[in-house]
Nanobody, 112 residues
């Protein structure tokens, strides 16, 4: 059983920043690519970012390019999603997908 744990969500004002974390206790993250998805209040799910196992190749969705940065620290078995210049359209539950397993999600709310 793989347990994926996301953290770092919260309420932030427009223009603010958050850093999400994704961990898989007991698993070696360096073996797999990792994906961040989000599901909006309108139930739209989209892939926002992904990173290869070696961290050399990243993908970003068009709606987040230039504002989100995905990175990984394999020594800490953690993948991060740095989110800057957030706007209300970024409000969603953010999910991490790794080893074919989903985490429980972390809520991000952007509001003044």
């Amino acid at each position: 059983q793989v347990h994926i744990v996301e953290s770092g969500g919260g309420l932030v004002q427009p223009g603010g920043s958050l850093r999400l974390s994704c961990a898989a206790p007991g698993r070696t993250f360096s073996d797999d690519p990792v994906y961040w998805y989000r599901q909006t209040p309108e139930n739209q799910r989209e892939l926002v970012a992904s990173i290869t196992s070696d961290g050399r190749t990243n993908y970003y969705g068009d709606s987040v390019k230039g504002r989100l940065t995905i990175s990984r620290d394999n020594a800490k078995n953690t993948v991060y999603l740095q989110m800057d210049n957030l706007n209300p359209a970024d409000t969603a539950v953010y999910y991490c997908l790794a080893f074919g397993h989903w985490g429980q999600g972390t809520q991000v709310t952007v509001s003044s």
